[in-house]
């Protein structure tokens, strides 16, 4: 059997520009920290970035690798936003020049943008390459902004998304891309109505590339938008720059949060295997699952601390989308459901604080509990082989001096007097207890 694999290219758009939105916990002590880091107030040109940890702190010279990027600062705003310029340097499969620009701001909103100039030699690219280029730029600035967060950051990232520095294993962004020309199967239409066509089959699967099950779409004057649950796609002029941009950062959060609720339920269920295990009372797996439950604690309760920059962002946010003219996109609906699941997450993590706290409890007690048992099966074979001991000894002294019945006696008592005074002592402490 042959499976025929044809790439059939469908949509086309003309030096499409798109932006990839990211949330990650910021505060203003962590903005200003990697302000400083990155030199902003000076406006630092072409500082080199790399992943590569020093092995030899003591040396004074860094062997540079020989991927690495360069980050430029454009504009610093003191506890607000900070503009970069950044040229990527990582290898490729193809030959490429990225060169984008990335905004950061104190709410945690991080974007980067780029446009397209050429591809393969001409101004268009089709939605089907175009989702591959905007993946690999997912990629890409996983691995920079790695270089450049802090060691706090980069712990809840590995947390929520272990390995994510590997590849495939990258972590979700909202993307959008906006597109003044299109031209369907070598069709140029007007915008206004190149919007129900894009809604149809074929047409659509290839849009759906770029902003995944569609949620909801706009047919305004000049321009149209489809926007799904991983990004946005514009055709024609944007008209509300500041409300796309808010727009776009809470959905970003939105993912953050659906990607730590999904965290959450794995704990969730890990506490479940706990019980289970607990129930068999095994001493040997409950010393396991307590370091496995210590080790969650410690994540969890960094995690738990994420909740207090996400209530920074979400005040910030809300104080910006007021000076917003008009809600095309539905901002506000967006934002109030976010804010609700905040609500739900942080109950979420009360309850499973307890549930964590509940099980340490009762594992401390049987690990305790069988201790106790330990403790008495040894204290009673002590007392055991020291009477016998003893009372060997008193046989074979005990004739020297004494008679076969003065002997035998004291023998007796010789094994009988430890096992008396353990007795006496074992009685004393259950009642000390």
Known sequence: ????????????????????????PFDPNIFEEIAEELEAKNREKGILLTDEVDNFPEKPVFIKPRVASTVSVIDYKFNRLLKLEAFIGYPEAVEQAERLG???????????????????????????????????????TSRLMSSILSLYQRRILNIIYPGYKEEGFERRKYSVVISEKVRVKG???????ILDLL??????????????????YIKRDGYCLI????????????????LLSLYASVKSLEIFLEDLLVYLWMVWEKLGDARRTVLKGDVKELKKMRVQLVNTLSDFTLLKSVMGTITYSLDRMESESKIVDNDDLGFSTVFHAVKNRCRTIGDLFESIEREIDGLLMVINTHIEEALDRLNTLTFWLSIIFGSFGLGQLAVAIAPW????????????IATLLPILFGVILHLGGGKTK
């Open 1 to 24: 059997m042959t499976v025929r694999d044809e790439l059939e290219q469908l949509i086309w758009l003309y030096k499409p520009r798109f932006y990839i939105f990211e949330w990650i």
């Open 102 to 140: 990335i905004e950061i701001r104190d709410y945690g909103s991080i974007v980067y943008g780029l446009q397209i100039q050429q591809v393969d030699g001409a101004p268009e690219v089709s939605l089907d390459k175009l989702a591959r280029i905007i993946f690999d730029v997912i990629e890409d």
């Open 187 to 193: 069709r140029e239409s007007k915008n206004e109505e």
């Open 199 to 216: 809604l149809e089959e074929p047409y659509v699967n290839e849009v759906k590339q770029i902003v995944g099950p569609i949620t909801s």
């Open 227 to 242: 926007d799904g649950s991983y990004g946005l796609l514009i055709i024609g002029e944007v008209k509300n720059v500041e």
């Open 401 to 412: 001096f004494m008679g076969p019945v003065e002997s035998t006696i004291v023998s007796s």
